[in-house]
């Protein structure tokens, strides 16, 4: 069976710019939940997602946005992109909503914002 | 909302010996532990679980104990290889509903001394 799958791989945008980050979960899995990764602040929870609803969010601002698909594909927002910005980004999905269910992660999004 | 703490943040460790990391977590509903193994340019990979109706879980050479009144969790890799070499990472949920996802600590970097 497939793992998650995460596009693109790396990216670099300019400040001000917004990015758009993609998540296919593994094959029956319905739930995709979004962290970010940075050496300062460890892995941080931004969002997850089930049946195209978006269930739960962390602490971060309204320039993060996300959406889910019918096929639970998932996409990640940015918009107006600061240097703080740059991280990688890991989807993570699992088979129903809500964290009683094992998480598995993607390889990840390498953002640059310079 | 939930604060975790792991130690050490790096451990090393002659192959073939025993390597123990700790976690501890402030959230007394936390009731899911799941502890992820990071390799360089990969998403995290779920190695075990545990759930706070369990004190220890095993599987082969690795296994994680829970103290629920002390609220500590561990990760114990036995007989360590060159191939255990890699960040560890400790989470906590509770996964009976509520705004956060996985609230993971500052991770371990684990090296094995050949």
Same mark, same amino acid.
């Given at each position: 069976?497939?793992?998650?799958?995460?596009?693109?791989?790396?990216?670099?945008?300019?400040?001000?710019?917004?990015?758009?980050?993609?998540?296919?979960?593994?094959?029956?899995?319905?739930?995709?939940?979004?962290?970010?990764?940075?050496?300062?602040?460890?892995?941080?929870?931004?969002?997850?997602?089930?049946?195209?609803?978006?269930?739960?969010?962390?602490?971060?601002?309204?320039?993060?946005?996300?959406?889910?698909?019918?096929?639970?594909?998932?996409?990640?927002?940015?918009?107006?992109?600061?240097?703080?910005?740059?991280?990688?980004?890991?989807?993570?999905?699992?088979?129903?909503?809500?964290?009683?269910?094992?998480?598995?992660?993607?390889?990840?999004?390498?953002?640059?914002?310079? | 909302?939930?604060?975790?703490?792991?130690? =050490?943040?790096?451990?090393?460790?002659?192959?073939?010996?025993?390597?123990?990391?700790?976690?501890?977590?402030?959230?007394?509903?936390?009731?899911?532990? =799941?502890?992820?193994?990071?390799?360089?340019?990969?998403?995290?990979?779920?190695?075990?679980?545990?759930?706070?109706?369990?004190?220890?879980?095993?599987?082969?050479?690795?296994?994680?104990?829970?103290?629920?009144?002390?609220?500590?969790?561990?990760?114990?890799?036995?007989?360590?290889? =060159?191939?255990?070499?890699?960040?560890?990472?400790?989470?906590?949920?509770?996964?009976?509903?509520?705004?956060?996802?996985?609230?993971?600590?500052?991770?371990?970097?684990?090296?094995?001394? =050949?």
């Amino acid at each position: 069976k497939a793992g998650v799958t995460q596009t693109p791989r790396y990216l670099i945008k300019t400040r001000g710019q917004q990015v758009t980050l993609s998540c296919s979960p593994i094959s029956g899995h319905r739930s995709v939940s979004w962290y970010q990764q940075t050496p300062g602040q460890g892995l941080q929870f931004l969002f997850e997602y089930f049946s195209e609803t978006q269930r739960n969010k962390g602490n971060f601002p309204g320039r993060f946005s996300g959406r889910q698909f019918s096929n639970s594909r998932s996409e990640m927002n940015v918009s107006t992109l600061e240097l703080g910005d740059s991280a990688l980004y890991l989807c993570a999905s699992s088979l129903g909503q809500g964290k009683a269910y094992e998480q598995y992660f993607g390889p990840g999004t390498r953002l640059t914002v310079t | 909302g939930e604060n975790v703490e792991q130690h =050490p943040s790096t451990l090393s460790v002659q192959e073939g010996d025993s390597a123990v990391i700790k976690c501890t977590y402030s959230d007394s509903a936390s009731n899911y532990f =799941p502890w992820y193994k990071q390799e360089l340019g990969k998403g995290p990979q779920l190695i075990i679980d545990i759930r706070s109706n369990v004190g220890e879980k095993k599987d082969q050479r690795i296994a994680v104990t829970l103290n629920k009144t002390a609220k500590h969790f561990s990760l114990h890799i036995t007989e360590t290889q =060159p191939e255990d070499s890699a960040v560890y990472f400790c989470a906590a949920v509770y996964s009976g509903g509520g705004a956060d996802g996985l609230t993971f600590g500052k991770g371990t970097h684990l090296i094995i001394q =050949p």
